[in-house]
Every structure is written in C-alpha cells, then in structure tokens.
C-alpha cells in the first residue's frame, strides 16, 4: 500500500523485522532506508542484541538520511529493568534536500506501520540523539 504523500510503499520485511525486534528481542536496533527507485522502504541493517549504542550510531550514515528503531534498555530510579522502543528520524543537516522532503514526507505512514513505538526522536547530529537524550525521553 503506498503512501498518497510521497508514494512509498514498506516492504513487508520491515515489519517482520521490528515485530521480532520488538516480542523477541531478537535485534538491538533495526536501520530502515528508502529505496527511491523501488519506491518503498526496506530494511538496511540489522544489529544484533549483543552491538551497543555506539554501534548503532556508527550504523547512520553520516550525510543520508534513515529511519531507524532502537530498543532502549536503561535501569529507573527504582532500580528497575526496562526498555523503551525508540524511533529514529535521521536526517542530517548535509543530506540531499530531495532526500530530507520524501523522509520527512513518508516518516508517519512508515512509523504507523510499526506498531508499538514508544518514544520518537527527530535528529540532523549526532548530538540530538545522544545516550543522555535517550535516557531523558525514556523515562
């Protein structure tokens, strides 16, 4: 089904992808990239449980834009274990305007097809994505 705004479909494998992220823990973060001449977006990259934060960073490209989801863990004031599904809105300040327009045109549709987002972040560095902006928005 593609989207009126922008015309991009989400490939099926996307959302397989987050619900295994999502019921079975199955990956840390999952990178999404739109295919422009498929019209659709497909699944990048996948990290593994075990891959950290940094290695989720160093997954997004430093000048192209991506969606990315990221599975959150992080200990309350409580001292409770818990976990926060984070979507990603990557869209650095030196990405192609063309690229910014159909990410920024299709972000909803695709975040509405992956059911269970908890927390969402729009980042162009960086720095708006860091460990103490995630840990800031989770709780």
Not at 44 to 57: A, C, H, M, N
């Amino acid at each position: 089904m593609a989207n009126a705004a922008s015309g991009m479909a989400v490939h099926d494998d996307c959302k397989l992808r987050f619900l295994e992220l999502k019921a079975k823990r199955t990956y840390r973060y999952i990178v999404f990239k739109i295919e422009e001449k498929a019209k659709q977006v497909i699944v990048e990259k996948l990290g593994e449980p075990t891959q950290s934060y940094e290695d989720f960073t160093a997954s997004l490209p430093a000048d192209e834009c991506r969606y990315a989801v990221y599975d959150f863990d992080f200990v309350t004031e409580e001292n409770c274990q818990k976990s926060r599904i984070f979507f990603i809105a990557w869209s650095p300040d030196t990405s192609r305007v063309r690229s910014k327009m159909i990410y920024a045109s299709s972000k909803d549709r695709f975040k509405r097809e992956l059911d269970g987002i908890q927390v969402e972040l729009q980042a162009t560095d960086p720095t708006e994505m860091g460990l103490d902006v995630f840990k800031s928005r989770a709780s």
